[in-house]
Structures are given as C-alpha cells and as structure tokens.
C-alpha cells in the first residue's frame, strides 16, 4: 500500500480477518500476527470491514483491537478501519478514534436498515460525521456495496459530497459489481485525486488501466502477495497472466461461503484450528467442505507462507 499524491492511498488492502477465542471474543494475539504479516506483504490493513465480520463487532471492541494493534506496532499510517454504522453517534465516535490514532482514512458504510434512503438524506448523515468529527486529518472512503447494504453511493451524491469536503472526501470501495458504474466513478472523480479501489481483485487490472486506485479485497488475507505484485506491475507483459491466476484461486474460495473458508484456509496453513470461529450467526466450513477446500487450492499449486 502507498500514498499517491496529496496522501491519497493506493495498492492493495485486505479487509482482515477477525479471529476469536473461545468465548467468542476477539483474539487480539492472531489478530495482530496477522495484520503485522499483511504489512510484511506491503498489504494495508481495511480492518473492520465485510470479511472482518465488522458489523458483528460493537464499537467498543472496534476501538479495542484498533488501539491493540498500534500497540502491537503495527503502523497506524497503512489501517483504513471500517467505521460506518447506521448509528450516527457510533459512526463518529468510530472515525474520531481513528483519525486520533494516526490512520490513513476510514471507509465508512452507509447507513443501511432503512431502504428509502434519498441522496439527500445521506448527504446529511456524512455531512454530520465529517462536522462532528471537526478534524482536517479525516481521509474518509465511501463503502459502495449496494447488493449488501441495499444502499447506494450515486455518481451525483459523490460528486456533491466531493464539493462540499474536496480533501476529506478521498475515494471509495467500489463492490457494486458494475463495471460502468466503477469506470464512470473513475473517469468522473480519478482527476480530482479521488481514489477508486476495486472491491475484488478479479478486476484489479482493469480498475488500474481505468485510472483506479487500487482494490480492498477479501482474499488479500490469504493471497496478499500475488495481489500486491499485481499493483506493482500491471503495466508489464504477463499482467493478464498474473490477473488469470489471481482469477483462479479467487474462485476456488469462492466456492465456499467466504469468510469461513478464508479462516479455514489459514487455520489449515498454521496448524491452528482456533482460526476457524466465526461469531454468529456466521457458521465454519464442516469437515468435508474443509478437505474439500484443501484439495481445491492443492490442485492450484496454492500454499500460504510465513504466518
């Protein structure tokens, strides 16, 4: 992960994984093993997110393993925390622990229980997080995931957000799933320094030769660096084979549910089955479908190294 020009993120993020102990309560030990192995990769750290089971947090362990992690020295400059929530009052005082601490941004999700919410209404709800927060460190990025939250960021919400806050409103995860919407967010905002991150790697390449800022996505917990040497090198002649094979071990994962099945995929690779809790109503991978994935990333010639 770097910085671009005016402290604009770019490169890879992974939304990481939230392993937990046997109470069910964050584990702060392999949590931090793995966010100091993802910088090791030059992977950032969009902690809190989707795959983190972010919304199965409260705000208080949020901050918790936030604070953990900076302690732990991991380096507060390449974390970009989930802080969205449909509370407001929980969305600032998420974005303000963050800002406090020294990280890079925060990617915020809309609020997302009520489903007739107008451009109008979520203009609001930023405009009083980014006001309540009141701090001109604040990189805030949208989280445009509308097949989840059922809520979208439009082209015009972003750009009239982008004129009201030009510097705190920074970029966006876009995991919509359309490709027009994603190449008209980067040719409308790219040049004004607003950085688009792919929300999955299957289309990293094509988000980089767009003008986009990189991805933030859930398989950089288990595949980092071959994401990373994409970023690095995707003007070069074997960008598409690169892109083909990330391609490939992202849809045998796919395959399975896939949070569990990148917890089972690590828990494999150390030799620790405490990885594969999930908090409910999230559920791990069975036996079978846990061989199953083993052989899967087998036959790809797929291992994960050094964690």
């Keep these: 992960m770097q910085h671009g020009s005016a402290d604009r993120l770019q490169g890879v993020l992974a939304p990481v994984l939230t392993p937990f102990n046997a109470r069910m309560e ?3 030990l392999r949590f931090t093993q793995l966010c100091r192995w993802l910088v090791a990769q030059d992977c950032g750290l969009a902690m809190f997110g989707t795959n983190s089971e972010g919304n199965s947090l409260s705000v208080e362990e949020r901050i918790d393993l936030l604070a953990a992690a900076i302690d732990a020295g991991v380096p507060a400059h390449r974390m970009l925390p989930g802080t969205g929530s449909c509370s407001l ?6 974005t303000r622990a963050a800002v406090g601490s020294g990280c890079a941004g925060v990617l915020a999700l809309p609020p997302f229980y009520y489903k007739t919410i107008t451009d109008e209404g979520l203009f609001a709800f930023f405009s009083e997080v980014i006001e309540r927060v009141g701090d001109s ?9 509308p097949p989840v939250a059922q809520v979208a960021f439009s082209h015009a919400l972003i750009e009239r957000l982008l004129k009201r806050y030009p510097v705190v409103v920074a970029g966006m995860k ?3 799933g359309d490709w027009a919407y994603t190449a008209r967010a980067i040719d409308l905002f790219a040049p004004e320094g607003f950085g688009v991150f792919a929300g999955t790697e299957t289309i990293l390449l094509d988000t980089l030769r767009q003008g986009g800022a990189g991805c933030i996505s859930a398989t ?7 994401i990373v040497r994409l970023f690095q090198s995707w003007q070069g002649a074997d960008a598409q084979a690169q892109q083909d094979a990330l391609n490939a071990i992202r849809a045998r994962f796919a395959a399975y549910p896939l949070i569990p099945a990148m917890k089972a995929a690590i828990a494999a690779a150390t ?3 405490a990885w594969c809790r999930l908090r409910p109503p999230l559920e791990p991978l069975d036996e079978v479908q846990q061989t199953a994935l083993r052989a899967s990333l087998a036959h790809e010639q797929f291992a994960i190294r050094g964690l």
């Design 26 to 28: 964050p584990d702060i």
């Design 271 to 273: 030799d620790d089955p």
């Design 137 to 145: 460190r604040l990189r805030l990025y949208l989280y445009h995931i």
């Design 220 to 226: 950089a917990n288990v595949n980092p660096g071959a």
């Design 174 to 176: 876009d995991t919509g």
């Design 89 to 94: 009052t929980d969305a600032v005082r998420l």
